[in-house]
Protein backbone atom coordinates (compact mmCIF):
# COMPACT_ATOMS: atom_id res chain seq x y z
CA UNK A 1 0.00 0.00 0.00
CA UNK A 2 2.74 2.54 1.03
CA UNK A 3 4.88 1.48 -2.09
CA UNK A 4 1.53 1.93 -4.21
CA UNK A 5 0.94 5.43 -2.45
CA UNK A 6 4.54 6.51 -3.90
CA UNK A 7 4.41 5.19 -7.13
CA UNK A 8 1.11 7.61 -7.50
CA UNK A 9 3.31 10.28 -5.73
CA UNK A 10 5.91 10.02 -8.24
CA UNK A 11 3.87 10.06 -11.53
CA UNK A 12 2.24 13.14 -10.17
CA UNK A 13 4.84 15.42 -9.60
CA UNK A 14 6.73 14.51 -12.96
CA UNK A 15 2.73 15.29 -14.60
CA UNK A 16 3.22 18.43 -12.39
CA UNK A 17 6.32 19.35 -13.84
CA UNK A 18 5.21 19.11 -17.60
CA UNK A 19 2.11 21.22 -17.19
CA UNK A 20 4.44 23.81 -15.34
CA UNK A 21 3.06 27.06 -17.47
CA UNK A 22 5.58 29.26 -19.43
CA UNK A 23 7.11 32.37 -17.37
CA UNK A 24 5.92 35.02 -19.48
CA UNK A 25 7.99 37.51 -18.44
CA UNK A 26 11.85 37.68 -17.06
CA UNK A 27 12.10 39.79 -14.01
CA UNK A 28 14.30 42.15 -16.51
CA UNK A 29 11.17 42.39 -18.54
CA UNK A 30 8.79 42.99 -15.84
CA UNK A 31 11.16 45.43 -14.03
CA UNK A 32 11.07 47.33 -17.87
CA UNK A 33 7.69 48.10 -17.38
CA UNK A 34 8.44 50.27 -14.60
CA UNK A 35 9.75 52.55 -17.16
CA UNK A 36 5.96 53.41 -18.33
CA UNK A 37 4.10 55.33 -15.59
CA UNK A 38 2.29 51.94 -14.67
CA UNK A 39 -0.13 53.03 -11.54
CA UNK A 40 -0.04 50.60 -8.38
CA UNK A 41 -1.79 47.46 -8.37
CA UNK A 42 -3.27 48.22 -4.69
CA UNK A 43 -3.41 52.52 -4.62
CA UNK A 44 -3.35 53.41 -8.61
CA UNK A 45 -0.36 56.00 -8.39
CA UNK A 46 2.21 56.48 -10.30
CA UNK A 47 5.54 54.12 -9.90
CA UNK A 48 8.63 54.63 -9.73
CA UNK A 49 11.49 52.98 -11.53
CA UNK A 50 13.74 51.25 -8.76
CA UNK A 51 16.88 52.32 -10.55
CA UNK A 52 16.33 55.85 -10.60
CA UNK A 53 15.80 55.78 -7.00
CA UNK A 54 19.24 53.57 -6.56
CA UNK A 55 20.94 56.97 -8.27
CA UNK A 56 19.27 59.31 -5.57
CA UNK A 57 20.15 57.04 -2.55
CA UNK A 58 24.05 57.69 -3.46
CA UNK A 59 23.64 61.72 -3.76
CA UNK A 60 25.57 63.29 -0.58
CA UNK A 61 23.63 66.45 -0.81
CA UNK A 62 20.71 64.67 0.60
CA UNK A 63 22.20 65.34 4.36
CA UNK A 64 22.84 68.93 3.30
CA UNK A 65 20.70 71.83 3.61
CA UNK A 66 17.01 71.84 2.93
CA UNK A 67 17.08 74.07 -0.09
CA UNK A 68 19.77 72.39 -1.99
CA UNK A 69 17.63 68.83 -0.74
CA UNK A 70 14.45 70.63 -2.30
CA UNK A 71 16.02 71.06 -5.30
CA UNK A 72 17.24 67.25 -6.07
CA UNK A 73 13.94 66.39 -5.02
CA UNK A 74 11.45 68.51 -7.22
CA UNK A 75 11.19 66.23 -10.20
CA UNK A 76 10.24 63.78 -8.28
CA UNK A 77 7.65 65.89 -6.63
CA UNK A 78 4.71 64.71 -8.93
CA UNK A 79 5.21 61.25 -7.94
CA UNK A 80 5.03 61.78 -4.21
CA UNK A 81 2.15 60.06 -2.59
CA UNK A 82 -0.07 62.97 -1.10
CA UNK A 83 1.24 62.74 2.63
CA UNK A 84 4.54 62.80 1.13
CA UNK A 85 3.67 65.47 -1.05
CA UNK A 86 2.27 68.03 1.62
CA UNK A 87 5.46 67.46 3.96
CA UNK A 88 7.53 68.02 0.90
CA UNK A 89 5.67 71.95 0.59
CA UNK A 90 6.01 72.28 4.70
CA UNK A 91 9.61 71.90 3.76
CA UNK A 92 9.73 74.41 0.97
CA UNK A 93 8.36 77.31 2.84
CA UNK A 94 10.38 76.42 5.91
CA UNK A 95 13.73 76.65 3.97
CA UNK A 96 12.77 80.37 2.82
CA UNK A 97 12.52 81.48 6.95
CA UNK A 98 15.38 78.91 7.91
CA UNK A 99 17.83 78.72 4.68
CA UNK A 100 20.73 77.19 6.73
CA UNK A 101 18.93 74.34 8.46
CA UNK A 102 18.56 70.64 7.29
CA UNK A 103 15.56 68.16 7.00
CA UNK A 104 15.76 66.79 10.31
CA UNK A 105 16.22 70.57 12.29
CA UNK A 106 13.16 71.38 10.19
CA UNK A 107 11.13 68.59 11.11
CA UNK A 108 12.28 68.78 14.79
CA UNK A 109 10.71 72.19 14.96
CA UNK A 110 7.45 70.68 14.10
CA UNK A 111 7.43 67.52 15.99
CA UNK A 112 5.67 68.60 19.39
CA UNK A 113 2.62 70.63 17.72
CA UNK A 114 2.68 67.22 15.39
CA UNK A 115 2.64 64.92 18.60
CA UNK A 116 0.01 66.56 20.17
CA UNK A 117 -1.97 66.25 17.67
CA UNK A 118 -1.52 62.77 16.45
CA UNK A 119 -2.28 61.69 20.27
CA UNK A 120 -5.55 63.57 20.15
CA UNK A 121 -6.65 61.63 17.23
CA UNK A 122 -5.03 58.43 18.61
CA UNK A 123 -7.08 58.77 21.68
CA UNK A 124 -10.13 59.66 20.65
CA UNK A 125 -10.07 56.52 18.41
CA UNK A 126 -8.61 54.42 21.02
CA UNK A 127 -11.89 55.58 23.47
CA UNK A 128 -14.02 54.27 20.96
CA UNK A 129 -12.54 51.26 20.96
CA UNK A 130 -12.30 51.01 24.67
CA UNK A 131 -16.00 51.56 24.83
CA UNK A 132 -16.32 47.70 23.81
CA UNK A 133 -15.24 46.87 26.97
CA UNK A 134 -18.97 46.71 27.71
CA UNK A 135 -20.12 44.53 25.24
CA UNK A 136 -17.58 41.92 24.63
CA UNK A 137 -17.35 38.76 26.89
CA UNK A 138 -15.82 38.83 30.24
CA UNK A 139 -12.54 37.48 29.25
CA UNK A 140 -11.76 39.34 26.22
CA UNK A 141 -13.20 43.13 27.96
CA UNK A 142 -9.95 41.94 30.30
CA UNK A 143 -7.48 41.40 27.44
CA UNK A 144 -9.07 44.74 25.74
CA UNK A 145 -8.41 47.15 29.16
CA UNK A 146 -5.11 45.15 29.35
CA UNK A 147 -4.16 46.26 25.85
CA UNK A 148 -5.92 49.59 26.16
CA UNK A 149 -3.76 50.82 29.35
CA UNK A 150 -0.39 49.20 27.81
CA UNK A 151 -1.33 51.38 24.60
CA UNK A 152 -2.17 54.46 26.92
CA UNK A 153 1.22 54.28 28.35
CA UNK A 154 3.15 54.77 25.22
CA UNK A 155 1.29 57.04 23.51
CA UNK A 156 1.04 59.74 26.55
CA UNK A 157 4.88 59.14 27.40
CA UNK A 158 6.69 61.85 25.55
CA UNK A 159 9.39 59.55 25.28
CA UNK A 160 8.27 56.02 25.01
CA UNK A 161 10.82 53.48 24.80
CA UNK A 162 8.86 51.68 21.46
CA UNK A 163 7.38 53.95 19.64
CA UNK A 164 3.49 53.19 19.03
CA UNK A 165 2.84 50.62 16.15
CA UNK A 166 -0.46 50.91 14.26
CA UNK A 167 0.03 47.41 13.02
CA UNK A 168 1.33 45.86 15.90
CA UNK A 169 -2.05 47.27 17.97
CA UNK A 170 -4.58 46.03 14.97
CA UNK A 171 -2.98 42.66 15.20
CA UNK A 172 -3.18 42.07 19.04
CA UNK A 173 -6.75 43.80 18.76
CA UNK A 174 -7.99 41.19 16.24
CA UNK A 175 -6.22 38.40 18.45
CA UNK A 176 -8.53 39.51 21.44
CA UNK A 177 -11.55 39.58 19.56
CA UNK A 178 -11.01 36.37 16.92
CA UNK A 179 -13.13 33.83 18.70
CA UNK A 180 -15.93 36.32 18.97
CA UNK A 181 -19.03 35.32 17.55
CA UNK A 182 -20.51 38.07 16.52
CA UNK A 183 -19.11 38.68 12.74
CA UNK A 184 -20.69 42.14 12.90
CA UNK A 185 -19.00 43.17 16.03
CA UNK A 186 -16.24 42.30 15.65
CA UNK A 187 -15.53 44.31 12.04
CA UNK A 188 -17.04 47.14 13.53
CA UNK A 189 -14.33 47.11 16.14
CA UNK A 190 -11.69 46.03 13.87
CA UNK A 191 -12.90 49.07 11.17
CA UNK A 192 -12.58 51.38 14.01
CA UNK A 193 -9.11 50.35 14.89
CA UNK A 194 -8.57 51.15 11.04
CA UNK A 195 -9.27 54.42 11.84
CA UNK A 196 -5.72 55.12 13.88
CA UNK A 197 -3.62 57.26 11.12
CA UNK A 198 -0.52 55.76 9.13
CA UNK A 199 2.29 57.94 8.33
CA UNK A 200 1.29 57.63 4.98
CA UNK A 201 -1.67 59.19 5.52
CA UNK A 202 -1.72 61.66 8.28
CA UNK A 203 0.80 64.41 8.00
CA UNK A 204 1.98 64.19 12.07
CA UNK A 205 2.13 60.96 11.87
CA UNK A 206 5.17 61.40 9.28
CA UNK A 207 6.69 64.20 11.07
CA UNK A 208 6.33 62.24 14.24
CA UNK A 209 7.51 59.35 12.66
CA UNK A 210 10.38 60.77 11.03
CA UNK A 211 11.59 63.35 13.60
CA UNK A 212 13.89 60.71 15.12
CA UNK A 213 15.28 60.24 11.75
CA UNK A 214 18.58 61.41 9.84
CA UNK A 215 18.05 64.12 6.60
CA UNK A 216 19.07 61.87 3.95
CA UNK A 217 16.48 59.58 5.43
CA UNK A 218 13.65 61.44 5.85
CA UNK A 219 14.30 62.90 2.04
CA UNK A 220 14.29 59.25 0.89
CA UNK A 221 11.27 58.69 2.99
CA UNK A 222 9.56 61.15 0.71
CA UNK A 223 10.14 59.35 -2.34
CA UNK A 224 10.56 55.60 -1.64
CA UNK A 225 6.69 54.95 -0.46
CA UNK A 226 6.61 55.29 -4.68
CA UNK A 227 8.99 53.14 -5.79
CA UNK A 228 8.01 49.99 -7.49
CA UNK A 229 8.14 46.80 -6.41
CA UNK A 230 7.28 43.26 -7.21
CA UNK A 231 4.92 42.40 -5.30
CA UNK A 232 4.42 38.42 -4.36
CA UNK A 233 0.92 37.58 -4.89
CA UNK A 234 0.96 34.36 -2.96
CA UNK A 235 3.64 35.54 -0.06
CA UNK A 236 6.87 33.75 0.06
CA UNK A 237 6.19 32.33 3.34
CA UNK A 238 3.21 30.51 1.77
CA UNK A 239 5.63 29.36 -1.00
CA UNK A 240 4.84 31.70 -3.23
CA UNK A 241 6.98 31.39 -6.66
CA UNK A 242 9.45 34.18 -7.14
CA UNK A 243 8.87 34.57 -11.09
CA UNK A 244 6.60 36.84 -13.01
CA UNK A 245 3.77 33.77 -12.83
CA UNK A 246 3.19 35.12 -8.74
CA UNK A 247 4.68 38.70 -9.46
CA UNK A 248 2.49 41.73 -9.62
CA UNK A 249 3.87 45.27 -10.04
CA UNK A 250 2.83 47.35 -6.69
CA UNK A 251 4.33 50.29 -5.23
CA UNK A 252 6.89 50.21 -2.29
CA UNK A 253 4.54 51.68 0.38
CA UNK A 254 1.30 49.10 -0.60
CA UNK A 255 3.81 46.00 -0.47
CA UNK A 256 5.10 47.00 2.55
CA UNK A 257 1.80 47.57 4.47
CA UNK A 258 0.18 44.38 3.24
CA UNK A 259 3.16 42.02 4.89
CA UNK A 260 2.24 38.36 4.66
CA UNK A 261 -1.60 38.49 4.67
CA UNK A 262 -4.00 37.67 2.08
CA UNK A 263 -4.95 39.50 -0.65
CA UNK A 264 -8.73 39.48 0.90
CA UNK A 265 -7.32 41.49 3.98
CA UNK A 266 -5.54 44.13 1.59
CA UNK A 267 -8.76 44.26 -0.60
CA UNK A 268 -10.85 45.06 3.08
CA UNK A 269 -7.83 48.15 3.61
CA UNK A 270 -8.02 49.54 0.11
CA UNK A 271 -11.63 49.75 -1.36
CA UNK A 272 -10.73 50.61 -4.07
CA UNK A 273 -8.29 47.88 -4.75
CA UNK A 274 -9.98 46.13 -7.68
CA UNK A 275 -10.83 49.40 -9.51
CA UNK A 276 -7.09 50.73 -9.04
CA UNK A 277 -5.86 46.71 -10.44
CA UNK A 278 -7.99 47.44 -13.56
CA UNK A 279 -6.46 50.35 -14.34
CA UNK A 280 -3.00 48.72 -14.30
CA UNK A 281 -4.42 46.05 -16.33
CA UNK A 282 -5.80 48.27 -18.82
CA UNK A 283 -2.29 50.39 -18.87
CA UNK A 284 -0.79 46.42 -19.30
CA UNK A 285 -2.46 45.87 -22.50
CA UNK A 286 -1.84 49.13 -23.81
CA UNK A 287 1.51 48.48 -23.45
CA UNK A 288 1.02 44.66 -24.66
CA UNK A 289 -0.20 46.10 -27.82
CA UNK A 290 3.26 48.53 -28.17
CA UNK A 291 5.21 44.56 -28.01
CA UNK A 292 6.40 45.98 -24.33
CA UNK A 293 4.39 43.72 -22.13
CA UNK A 294 2.95 40.25 -23.05
CA UNK A 295 -0.30 38.89 -23.61
CA UNK A 296 0.28 35.73 -20.96
CA UNK A 297 1.71 38.17 -18.32
CA UNK A 298 -2.07 39.59 -18.42
CA UNK A 299 -3.97 36.61 -18.56
CA UNK A 300 -2.09 34.50 -15.55
CA UNK A 301 -2.77 38.23 -13.41
CA UNK A 302 -5.91 37.87 -14.29
CA UNK A 303 -6.43 34.29 -13.03
CA UNK A 304 -4.10 34.60 -10.09
CA UNK A 305 -6.20 37.78 -8.40
CA UNK A 306 -9.66 36.23 -9.49
CA UNK A 307 -8.74 33.47 -7.06
CA UNK A 308 -6.70 35.07 -4.50
CA UNK A 309 -9.00 37.89 -3.48
CA UNK A 310 -12.21 35.53 -3.26
CA UNK A 311 -13.42 37.17 -6.92
CA UNK A 312 -13.36 40.64 -5.36
CA UNK A 313 -11.20 41.30 -8.27
CA UNK A 314 -12.31 40.54 -11.16
CA UNK A 315 -10.24 42.63 -14.05
CA UNK A 316 -11.71 42.86 -17.58
CA UNK A 317 -9.07 42.01 -19.95
CA UNK A 318 -11.21 42.14 -23.02
CA UNK A 319 -9.48 45.08 -24.59
CA UNK A 320 -6.42 42.25 -25.10
CA UNK A 321 -8.71 40.45 -27.96
CA UNK A 322 -9.61 43.31 -29.95
CA UNK A 323 -7.31 43.77 -32.83
ZN1 LIG B 1 0.45 51.54 -4.04
Known sequence: MARMEKKVKKTKITSFKSELPQIPLTRKELKNLLNYRIPCLCCGKEMLHPDIYMRLIDKKELNGKASDVIKLLEPFENIMHPVERQVFNMFKSMAVKYPDKDFRELLLLKKDVHELA?????????????????????????????????????????????????????????????????????????????????????????????????????????????????????????????????????????????????????????????????????????LCKKGVCNKEYIENLREVLYWLSERTIDLDISKLYIT
Open 118 to 286: LVKIQSSIFNKVSFYRRILPKKMARQLRKLMIKTNDIIFDPEPHKPFSRRIFIHKLKNIIKNLENKKLKDEIIEIARRLPRSSDEVSAFVVKNARKSSDVIALNLIHPSVGTFEHLTPKCMLGLSNSLNFALECSHCNNSRHHYPITTQVEENPYMPHNAQLQADKLIS
